[in-house]
């Protein structure tokens, strides 16, 4: 199965993850480490212009990122709480 992912990461390109996430509105974990590991590999000037909308769009909100939505925030009452002495 990770070789299947490999195998798929390598056929993609920026653009494409950049398109899947702008369609759907969230940047999931799988396109983040995609993303990664594209980035760090030759690409094109046109993939770099994907990547910088796909950050406009995430700094606007219009996409999500999976990887935030599930850590906890440090505006979390929970950890607000853990954090506070008397």
């Given at each position: 199965?990770?070789?299947?992912?490999?195998v798929?990461?390598?056929?993609?390109?920026?653009?494409?993850v950049v398109?899947?996430?702008?369609?759907?509105?969230?940047?999931?974990l799988?396109?983040?480490?995609?993303?990664?590991?594209?980035?760090?590999?030759?690409?094109?000037?046109?993939?770099?212009q994907?990547?910088?909308?796909?950050?406009s769009?995430?700094?606007?909100?219009q996409?999500?990122?999976e990887?935030?939505?599930?850590?906890p925030?440090s505006?979390?009452?929970?950890?607000?709480?853990?954090?506070h002495?008397?």
């Amino acid at each position: 199965m990770l070789a299947l992912f490999f195998v798929l990461v390598l056929l993609m390109c920026i653009r494409d993850v950049v398109t899947q996430a702008l369609t759907t509105g969230l940047l999931t974990l799988e396109a983040e480490e995609q993303l990664r590991i594209l980035l760090s590999r030759k690409y094109e000037y046109d993939d770099l212009q994907a990547f910088m909308a796909l950050q406009s769009a995430a700094m606007i909100g219009q996409v999500e990122q999976e990887s935030r939505l599930n850590a906890p925030s440090s505006r979390s009452p929970r950890l607000a709480t853990y954090c506070h002495r008397p």
